[in-house]
């Protein structure tokens, strides 16, 4: 089992996400062992893009803030070199094929290995079209984590089949966002994953309440929660630490009571 494996030890894992460099990469820092004490147990670290298709409003505007700010992907990788000289919480990136194959498939996973990242997801790589990303993340030692959306279908156990570290179960369709419902019926789609596969299932795209995560945490083996850590960024820009804590804590809480 990957190191992914062991976000998942206590039964449910409650993810957080957050864009590095946004609003400093030193401050991405700080938020990273602060989502740490709180209690989440594997963290999304977004490489600011300035096309994510898969994100809404809120991570587009964290990505153009982190650029704005002259945030690379070099510098994202020194980041996560300065993370592991503290933690070794499970820690993915979440980037687009673009950033990938500019930078080099090999080059680019030889350095995610170098520095300790563990996965990786790319919202934009269908499966059908995994083929070098995969043979270069594999020779590497790095997870890619594969996404499965209401609209799969047929492909879920193809998909699933192939799962590495953990599948990421789209909750909506559409982009990224905190949404006041989620109506797909999603215990139907992680019943299909769990008849072929082992590999974890969480649960993201829109979660943002306790209520939410603990309905989720119910029927799922984790919690993905990116925009509503975010906008908490936004909002306190370098004094956010605090709320983030809170949150995280709270919803991390929550997702624990999904095991009852």
Known sequence: MSKIGNAFKDG??????????????????????TMEKAGVDLIEIGIPFSDPIAEGVVIQEADLRALEA????????????????????????????????????????????????????????????????????????????????PTSKDRIEKIAKVGEGFLYIVSSLGVTGTRTEIKTDLKEIIDVVKHVTNVPAAVGFGINTTEQAEKIGAIADGVIVGSAIVKIIAQYGDDAAPHIYDYVKAMKEATMRGIQ
Do not use: W
Not at 79 to 104: A, C, D, M, S
């Open 12 to 33: 449910k894992a409650f993810i957080g996400f957050l864009t590095a460099g946004d609003p400093s990469l030193d401050k991405t820092y700080e938020y990273i062992m």
């Open 70 to 149: 002259g945030t690379r992907i070099d510098d994202v990788f020194e980041l996560v070199k300065k993370v592991r000289k503290e933690t070794q919480i499970p820690l993915v990136f979440l980037t687009y094929l673009n950033p990938v194959f500019h930078y080099g498939p090999d080059r680019f996973f030889a350095r995610c290995e170098e520095t300790g990242m563990d996965g990786i997801i790319i919202p934009d790589m269908p499966y059908e079209e995994r083929g070098e990303c995969a043979a270069a993340a594999k020779a590497h030692g790095i997870d890619i984590i594969s996404m499965i959306a």
